[in-house]
Each structure stands twice: as C-alpha cells, then as structure tokens.
C-alpha cells in the first residue's frame, strides 16, 4: 500500500473549490443573478405616482360620467375630482406613515 499523501489531496480540493466557484458565478451571470434588484425607494415612488394618478383620474372618470348622464355640468365632476384628490393623499401618506414605521 502506498501512503496516502495529503499535499496532493489539498491541492485536489482547492481546485475543485476554484472550478465551482468559477462555476456558480458563470450560471449567476447566466441567469441573471448579479442584476441588483428595484431599489425600494424607486417602488415607493412608483406606488405613489400610482396612487396620485388613479385618484385623480378615477375621480375626474365617475365625476364626468355621472355628470353625462345626469346632466349637472361641471359640478359632480368638480366634486368627485376633490374627492379623488383626497383620497389619494390619504393614501400617499398612509403609505408614507407605513414605511416610516418600517424603517425604525
């Protein structure tokens, strides 16, 4: 029997280490894994511009429609476009207040 000699056995591992390694950051490029992710200011941001937009023009779109098939002129369109407009701070700083708590 020969003896075992553990420098060789070293070396073994620590290429094999070097070529998984080599070989994980290939398939993470590959994949698409070193991409760093939406920052979560820019998806904040985007949920309030999300919010400001839909309650304005969901409140200006049911003031007009019921202003069309009514026939009041401006006035319910005025009304719900306020309306819209509150709803959406609510929310901005409901989200605001959220996150804030989060980030303590």
Do not use: C
């Amino acid at each position: 029997m020969e003896p075992v000699n553990l420098m060789d056995d070293d070396a073994k591992i620590e290429a094999l280490k070097k070529r998984i390694d080599q070989a994980q950051s290939e398939e993470a490029v590959r994949s698409g894994k070193t991409q760093k992710g939406v920052d979560d200011n820019y998806r904040l941001g985007n949920r309030v511009l999300a919010d400001l937009i839909a309650g304005i023009g969901g409140g200006a779109l049911v003031g007009w429609t019921l202003d069309y098939f009514i026939g009041t002129g401006p006035w319910l369109l005025l009304i719900f476009l306020f309306l819209g407009i509150i709803v959406a701070f609510r929310n901005i700083i409901k989200l605001s207040n959220e996150n804030a708590k989060k980030h303590k």
